[in-house]
């Protein structure tokens, strides 16, 4: 599971540096063709492309891509819906992981906040989830521990589309929930099945229990403890 997820964060990292360097290209290609006519020298796009370029390239080998998501989630952070879906995402996580039994050790909002905790990517709820890996180095893991995980894993989508009526966010969470269940055999097709089905029981738990994610998504707001977080879920 660890190594899993660290793969998948690898990844996004990757894609979010290429992001990056192709935002800059537009950018620096925007300003040639624009300069002209703001008589702007034909050296300070091409010095600016040089630089955005070679950071890019010291973020993506030494950083892991770290600074990439630093600056664009610094960016999308001026958004209030985008700070909003992402408390709200990982508030149905947070409640959905309390409701089966998963312990739960913390969780971050941002990729700063994650950043300061040491942990790679953008942030979001962890699990104290050494049995789930445990289980699945063995190469067997029980039909109980990985509904509960599937389902953890689609709450998120599941609590952005009840409030927002669509999603933005999951990409990794549906990486995640595939990639374990390509890996212990399961076909694309049943994968598919089950991740429909796993948002749906989400979506279920977080309808039956609204008034606590509600508190919870309050609570989340101000950063509140893990543990008064879980008092909140009644």
Same mark, same amino acid.
Request: hydrophobic letters at 50%.
């Given at each position: 599971m660890k190594k899993d997820e660290v793969a998948f964060k690898k990844l996004n990292m990757s894609q979010t540096t290429l %992001?990056?360097? #192709?935002? /800059?290209i537009f950018l620096m290609t925007m300003s040639v063709l624009l300069g002209p006519l703001f008589n702007l020298s034909p050296t300070v796009p091409a010095l600016a492309t040089f630089t955005i370029l070679g950071l890019a390239t010291l973020d993506s080998f030494s950083l892991q891509g770290r600074g990439g998501i630093l600056f664009l989630d610094w960016i999308a952070g001026f958004s209030k819906e985008h700070r909003d879906r992402i408390i709200h995402h990982e508030a149905g996580h947070f409640l959905v992981a309390s409701l089966l039994g998963i312990?739960?050790?913390? &969780?971050?909002? /941002? @990729? $700063?906040? @994650? $950043? *300061?905790?040491?942990?790679v990517g953008q942030g979001g709820v962890t699990f104290d989830d050494d049995e789930? #890996? /445990?289980?699945l180095e063995l190469g067997k893991i029980s039909a109980?521990?990985?509904?509960? &995980?599937?389902?953890?894993?689609? @709450?998120?989508? @599941? #609590?952005?589309t009840l409030v927002f009526n669509n999603t933005e966010g999951g990409a990794d969470d549906k %990486? *995640?929930?595939?990639g374990v269940l390509t890996n212990i055999g399961f076909s694309e097709s049943v994968c598919q099945q089950k991740l429909r089905f796993h948002a749906l029981q989400a979506k279920n738990l977080l309808q039956e229990n609204w008034s606590s994610y509600q508190a919870l998504v309050n609570l989340m707001r101000q950063r509140a403890s893990v543990a008064d977080c879980q008092n909140a879920i009644v």
């Open positions: %992001n990056l360097i #192709a935002i /800059s312990p739960i050790t913390g &969780y971050t909002l /941002s @990729a $700063w906040e @994650a $950043w *300061k905790q040491g942990q789930l #890996a /445990s289980q109980q521990m990985l509904d509960r &995980y599937c389902t953890v894993w689609m @709450a998120g989508i @599941a #609590a952005e %990486n *995640k929930f595939i």
